[in-house]
């Protein structure tokens, strides 16, 4: 349900931010593994939502890899925290759960040089984040809200689940930055929305190794 909340607010964040040119839902862990003993595995985050044609998911999986690149403005995606159900209703099962909102900056192409500029990010996000309160009754939860919000420690340990390449990993020094925040959602699950539905053909070539 993650993924499904995820998009719902990154839909609200497209709404509202004009300065962030990549804006994903959740993301996932891609491992690639090389082909001799001398390789590096890397691991980096690639979007949920890959929907690529079965024949060619594994050539274009690198395509969806989410990560800093200089010609960016700004990228925002979400990490799952986990979610767990705490109680009902007469219309439903009740959940909470745990995410991560990460942001990193392109400062050049944003025309700053100063770090207060993630600051006003911070801001301008959770002004969105505390005005997000969906029912949607095509989807199969309501009354989702944001019902907490921290602003994380900066540090590199924010992108420590990842093996970036050297490449990669001077993105994350001045004249970049980043952030992340953490959120805490309440959302309710109706009895008999779900059933087997969700449930199709099977895709023999997705792999994470890559």
């Known amino acids: 349900m993650n993924t499904l909340i995820a998009n719902q607010i990154r839909e609200k964040i497209l709404t509202k931010i ?6 994903v839902g959740m993301v996932k862990t891609m491992n690639t593994t090389g ?3 001398t ?3 890397r691991s980096f985050p690639v979007s949920c939502d890959i929907n690529v044609d079965q024949r060619e998911c594994l050539a274009k999986s690198k395509q969806y890899a989410v990560v800093p690149d200089s010609a960016l403005k700004a990228l925002i995606y979400f990490e799952d925290g986990g979610a767990s159900p705490v ?31 993630s600051a006003f990010a911070q801001v301008q996000l959770i002004d969105v984040l505390n005005n997000i309160n969906i029912s949607d009754p095509a989807l199969p939860i309501n009354n989702l809200k944001i019902t907490e919000i921290s602003v994380n420690v900066k540090d590199a340990r924010i992108f420590s689940k990842y093996t970036y ?5 001077q993105y994350l020094h001045y004249p970049y930055d980043y952030f992340s925040i953490g959120l805490k959602v309440t959302f309710e699950v109706p009895f008999g929305c779900i059933d087997n539905s969700w ?5 023999a070539c997705l792999s994470t190794n890559v």
């Open 39 to 41: 390789a590096v595995n």
């Open 18 to 23: 004009t300065w962030a040119d990549r804006v």
């Open 165 to 169: 390449n050297e490449k990669q990993v």
């Open 199 to 203: 449930v199709e053909t099977p895709i």
């Open 35 to 37: 082909g001799d003993e």
């Open 87 to 117: 109680g009902r209703s007469p219309r439903g099962t009740i959940f909470e759960s745990s995410m991560t909102l990460v942001c990193w900056m392109n400062l050049q192409n944003l025309g700053q040089t100063s770090c207060t500029a």
